[in-house]
């Protein structure tokens, strides 16, 4: 017999800042995702059904779980307090950084997940999403290139010695594993993501014949990526870990 619901159900990725997820970065809390927005309902509102499945995904880094719909709530004028009850029990209620982000009064929705799973192979999307937080993989060609990209064997070679030209971009595993060597942090000032734009800089600059080995690579917030210009700049060694 086809089950037709399981047939209808849709997959979808969200995507997360270090900061506002608790757990570890190769297991992170899966269990609770929260989706707001100040002025209209954030997606997935109205788009979700249970047993629907979730992969998230670092920003600017691999797709690294999934889990399974179990409930969720949409609340309109929702305020930083009741959203915060609303998640007790769960890891995310003690993330202070996360709370102290929310505007007054924003539409709200709390998702619930059970049988988490962290993957042995990270995924490597080939779409990108540059707006929204949550995509909702509602036709093949979507779920096509948010789980079946790039790939782990792609696109986790370690980045290599230049030769020749060669290309100064750099592969997104080579990206997040800088970022997350870093703990998300400028090795420059010190500042960190959500509250700065994070690159990725090379310490001997690309045009004075430096390398994408990871030795020359490290975090810098878009400002001092910009300040540092085609210059080699003395790195923060407390933060190397």
């Known amino acids: ?7 209808m159900m849709t997959q979808h ?3 997360r800042v270090p900061e506002y997820v608790a757990g570890s970065s190769n297991k992170p809390e899966v ?3 929260t989706q707001t927005h100040a002025s209209r309902p954030p997606v997935p509102w109205g788009r979700l059904k249970v047993g629907e499945t979730v992969w998230m995904k670092w920003s600017g880094g691999p797709i690294v779980a999934r889990g399974i719909v179990e ?3 949409q609340i309109e004028e929702c305020t930083p307090e009741v959203l915060h009850h609303t998640v007790a029990g769960t890891n995310l209620f003690d993330l202070t950084v996360y709370w102290k982000s929310l505007p007054p009064v924003f539409f709200g929705i709390a998702i619930f997940v059970g049988s988490e799973e ?3 192979s990270p995924i490597f999307p080939k779409a990108r999403s540059f707006s929204e937080s949550w995509i909702v993989l509602d036709k093949p060609e979507k779920e096509a290139a948010w789980l079946h990209g790039l790939g782990e064997e792609r696109e986790s070679r370690p980045a290599q010695p ?3 030209k060669g290309s100064r971009t750099l592969p997104l ?3 997040f594993t800088v970022l997350r060597r870093d703990s998300y942090t400028c090795r420059y000032c010190g500042r960190k993501a959500p509250f700065v734009s994070l690159q990725v800089d090379h310490v001997v600059p690309w045009s004075m014949e430096g390398t994408n080995e990871l030795s020359n690579l490290v ?3 878009k400002e001092c990526n910009i300040g540092k210009s085609a210059r080699t700049a003395y790195r923060r060694t407390d933060l190397i870990c």
């Open 71 to 73: 409930g969720f709530r």
């Open 219 to 221: 975090t810098s917030c």
């Open 31 to 33: 269990m609770v995702f």
């Open 173 to 175: 595993s080579v990206r």
């Open 13 to 15: 990725v969200v995507i």
């Open 118 to 120: 962290w993957l042995d």
């Open 162 to 164: 230049r030769q020749g």
């Open 1 to 7: 017999m086809v089950d037709w619901d399981r047939l």
